[in-house]
């Protein structure tokens, strides 16, 4: 198994930007494709973006297209989203999780290791 640690969140206001990083050790980084999803109180665990093992595929969620940015560094072993015009219901715990099984995948039932999230919050 990978293990993976998220970094990056914190308060912003709406308009605003944040990085989140997910750092990951362990099993060869470069084989897994990677995503991101995220979970807001008293909600189900959703899709945000994923990206294939050379990147040459991404993937994202309408409600969060033309905003956010789905990127990695396999020689950092590194993935990272860039949020932009942030809305307050973008607020939740994000989490970043590895897939070695799929090229790349929206269902988070793919998906065989996960960080333990981290927290978003946008104020209006």
């Known amino acids: 198994q990978v293990q993976l640690v998220e970094s990056g969140g914190g308060l912003v206001q709406a308009g605003g930007s944040l990085r989140l990083s997910c750092a990951a050790s362990?099993?060869?980084?470069?084989?897994?494709?990677m995503g991101w999803f995220r979970q807001a109180p008293g909600k189900e665990r959703e899709f945000v973006a994923s990206?294939?093992?050379?990147?040459?595929?991404?993937d994202s969620a309408d409600s969060v297209k033309g905003r956010f940015t789905i990127s990695r560094d396999n020689a950092k072993n590194t993935v990272y989203l860039q949020m932009n015009s942030l809305k307050p219901e973008d607020t939740a715990v994000y989490y970043c999780a590895a897939t070695y099984s799929a090229v790349i995948a929206r269902s988070s039932s793919a998906y065989d290791s996960w960080g333990q999230g981290t927290q978003v919050t946008v104020s209006s």
């Open positions: 990206i294939s093992r050379s990147a040459i595929v991404t």
């Open positions: 362990g099993r060869t980084f470069a084989n897994a494709a």
